[in-house]
């Protein structure tokens, strides 16, 4: 039986909303690149410039110089480190430990587990300033105060991500495990051969996620860091701008600069990202 062609006039219709989808889509996409165009133009401005003409939107004089200062005379790729230790640590402990809980909570029956799962979306619900004077005097008390390890030890488990990674594995059926266990898989096998790759989008997700959080992460190094050398970027970067309140053309080559590793990575796992969202909540 011969399909029915769509009338012309329809497909018409159709080109018609997308494109004047598309075109509200790039305008407001436009709307908040705005700032991030404004912070990079002036990065590449002197700070005479940026005071005598603030709105001037293109730079005048292009230059390097906030950059070069940046790079010379303030101990920025420390402070680098210093994030990139912290992020990519936290990032790949939150990855695992969300995944393996999530398995765990989802496939597998003990006491107390509608208890402690409800127990752990409880906690969601405790907001950060609540539990961060406890927090201080914890670590403080362990040895980790102005150390790198009091940002990672505390970021190693994620309710909101297991609670995610529950979600997901939920929809994978359990025929396809008792299925490996019936072949001989332990365990770990199943998480690591059958799980993991099956929630490919949710990890991709959570790890922008949790990249970001922990990137952007300014009142934990306030709190637990002192030194100079142990800051992190948004810490150092709030530091360098009081340091030299009249030098905003590095402060703006700083920022810019900060947002480099973010960008990278949400490039290189958009894929995932997008579709971990698109998934949330389809069975």
């Given at each position: 039986m011969a399909r029915l062609k769509k009338p012309k006039f329809a497909i018409t219709k159709d080109r018609s909303r997308r494109f004047v989808l598309f075109s509200l889509l790039l305008l407001l996409s436009l709307f908040?690149?705005?700032?991030?165009?404004?912070?990079?133009?002036?990065?590449?401005?002197s700070s005479k410039e940026l005071i005598v003409d603030p709105k001037h939107l293109l730079p005048v004089n292009f230059t390097f110089n906030g950059y070069i200062r940046v790079l010379t005379e303030?101990?920025?790729?420390?402070?680098?480190?210093?994030?990139?230790?912290?992020?990519?640590?936290?990032?790949?402990?939150v990855l695992f430990t969300s995944t393996l809980v999530g398995f765990v909570f989802s496939k597998y029956e003990f006491k107390l587990k509608n208890f402690l799962f409800?127990?752990?979306?409880?906690?969601?619900?405790?907001?950060?300033?609540?539990?961060?004077?406890?927090?201080?005097?914890?670590l403080s008390s362990l040895g980790f105060y102005d150390k790198i390890a009091a940002l990672i030890v505390p970021s190693f488990v994620s309710?909101?991500?297991?609670?995610?990674?529950?979600?997901f594995i939920d929809?994978?059926?359990?025929?396809?495990?008792?299925?490996?266990?019936?072949e001989g898989a332990s365990n770990w096998m199943i998480y690591w051969k059958i799980i993991v790759p099956m929630i490919q989008p949710a990890i991709g997700a959570l790890a922008i996620f949790t990249f970001l959080a922990n990137w952007n992460d300014y009142t934990g190094p306030l709190i637990m860091l002192s030194s100079v050398k142990n800051m992190t970027l948004p810490l150092a970067l709030t530091y360098f701008n009081a340091q030299r309140s009249t030098d905003h053309s590095a402060t703006m080559a700083a920022a810019s600069l900060v947002m480099v590793p973010v960008t990278l990575v949400f490039l290189a796992l958009q894929k995932y990202f997008i579709k971990g969202i698109s998934m949330t909540g389809m069975k």
């Open positions: 908040f690149l705005i700032p991030y165009f404004w912070m990079l133009s002036n990065s590449f401005k303030a101990p920025f790729f420390s402070w680098l480190k210093n994030s990139i230790v912290i992020t990519t640590c936290n990032t790949l402990a409800w127990l752990l979306l409880a906690s969601m619900m405790v907001p950060s300033q609540v539990t961060m004077i406890p927090g201080f005097i914890l309710a909101f991500g297991i609670y995610l990674s529950k979600q929809e994978i059926p359990k025929e396809i495990i008792e299925s490996a266990k019936i």
